[in-house]
């Protein structure tokens, strides 16, 4: 039996010293679609590798709270996707989630904090930030982090501008074939359709 306690899911993290770049933090009673729909857009630019944004793939055994740890630590930006009901949002229970000293969320965040992470909150649907003294224990001073804001009737633009920060943050775009290089795999694959339609025919 491995003695490392993050073999179970090596391969949900990807490579271990580029995946998980950006680390998108969401709440899915909150801002799932939003959290969604920016992924898209950052996998787009920066590559499926570099995103890591969701933990249920973590195998049964594995001590989540090592998990979120293991990946915050491999990551360079935190973000921190907040819609209206960010702070307030309560479990089945009526405890409110941030309270609870589980929570995924709050574990994510507070452990880029810890490590003096570059935490960016991200502002979706007419949100607003949370003041400190809504925010747990060693939740404190996201309250002071600069926010980025993507409203729908901008979202294309505040995207890019969110991608603009993310890459002076040392964020490297995918890399992508010049065009002499998809001209070229275009031309290979005309000809392969080419032949093999005169092969039907014959």
């Not at 293991?70 to 009901?85: K, M, Q, T």
Request: with cysteine; proline share 5%; aromatic share 6%.
């Amino acid at each position: 039996m491995s003695s490392n306690p993050f073999a179970a899911i090596q391969g949900f993290w990807g490579q271990a010293e580029t995946a998980s770049r950006i680390f998108v933090s969401y709440r899915r009673g909150d801002s799932r679609g939003d959290a969604g729909r920016l992924t898209d857009k950052l996998k787009s630019h920066f590559g499926e590798k570099q995103i890591f944004r969701d933990v249920e793939a973590i195998e049964a055994g594995v001590d989540f709270v090592q998990a979120l740890n293991h990946a915050v630590s491999r990551c360079a930006v935190l973000l921190a996707v907040i819609g209206p009901s960010w702070v307030k949002i309560a479990d089945e229970r009526g405890q409110r989630r941030l309270d609870d000293p589980n929570d995924f969320v709050r574990l994510e965040i507070a452990a880029a904090l810890q490590r003096d992470i570059r935490v960016i909150p991200v502002l979706v649907g007419g949100a607003a930030m949370p003041k400190g003294e809504d925010l747990p224990p060693g939740l404190e001073s996201l309250a002071r982090r600069q926010a980025h804001e993507l409203s729908d009737q901008r979202w294309d633009f505040d995207v890019g501008q969110l991608i603009e920060t993310l890459e002076k943050a040392g964020i490297r775009p995918a890399r992508r074939p010049r065009p002499d290089v998809i001209e070229s795999r275009w031309s290979r694959s005309k000809i392969a359709l080419g032949a093999g339609g005169a092969l039907l025919m014959i």
